[in-house]
Nanobody, 122 residues
């Protein structure tokens, strides 16, 4: 089992940057592909980006390509999301998730964090 804790959210102006972290407990971090999802008020939780177990492969939603970068440090059991050129439409609660394979499908992720709020002002 994996427990996930996100951090790094906050309030930022449009065009600014934030770096989210997702710390995982346990010794099986490299067993899982990892992903970031987000949920804005009144909307469904949507896929943002995912990274493979070793970090060699990534998948990005079109809406964040070129602006967001995912990475992971398996020695620290931590995943990161560097978010640049933030837009008001990026405002959401951001969740990290762990699953068996590198996919965009929310239902295939087994473990979820509690989420961290990101608010981008215009």
């Amino acid at each position: 089992q994996v427990q996930l804790v996100e951090s790094g959210g906050g309030l930022v102006q449009a065009g600014g940057s934030l770096r989210l972290s997702c710390a995982a407990s346990g010794r099986t971090f490299t067993t899982y592909a990892m992903g970031w999802f987000r949920q804005a008020p009144g909307k469904e939780r949507e896929f943002v980006v995912a990274i493979s177990r070793i970090g060699g492969n990534t998948v990005y939603a079109d809406s964040v390509k070129g602006r967001f970068t995912i990475s992971r440090d398996n020695a620290k059991n931590t995943m990161y999301l560097q978010m640049n050129s933030l837009k008001p439409e990026d405002t959401a609660v951001y969740y990290c998730a762990a699953g068996p394979v590198l996919v965009e499908t929310r239902g295939l992720y087994r473990y979820w964090g509690q989420g961290t709020q990101v608010t981008v002002s215009s």
